[in-house]
């Protein structure tokens, strides 16, 4: 019997999704000073994965991830969505692919 190693955090159902392909899932669970690490290390994989393919699906994964490092530093969405939205007004969004050259001093 083979197997692969991964050691890194994975979704929630994935020993399930595992289990139905019939293999057999070992994992652990992390303890909640070890979540940040992980969640990091996962949006670096994410946006890793993003970047290589511009895919709605690794998009996704990557505001999952968000929601993920939201929860476990116990911030509401809420409270990210009204920071976005705060910043959007005071700033803007990306839309107009404006691009900073240079700033001169008068």
């Not at 998009?59 to 969505?81: C, N, R, T």
């Amino acid at each position: 019997m083979g197997s692969i190693q991964y050691d890194k955090l994975v979704r929630d159902k994935i020993p399930d999704v595992i289990r139905q392909a019939g293999k057999l899932p070992v994992t652990d669970t992390l303890a909640p000073e070890a979540m940040a690490a992980a969640l990091d290390r996962k949006l670096m994989e994410e946006v890793h994965e993003y970047l290589e393919s511009s895919s709605v699906e690794e998009m996704a994964d990557i505001l999952e991830v968000l929601h993920g490092i939201a929860f476990h530093k116990g911030i509401s969405w809420e409270e990210v969505e009204s920071a976005r939205i705060r910043k959007r007004n005071e700033r803007g969004g990306f839309e107009k692919g404006i691009r900073l050259l240079e700033v001169k001093e008068p």
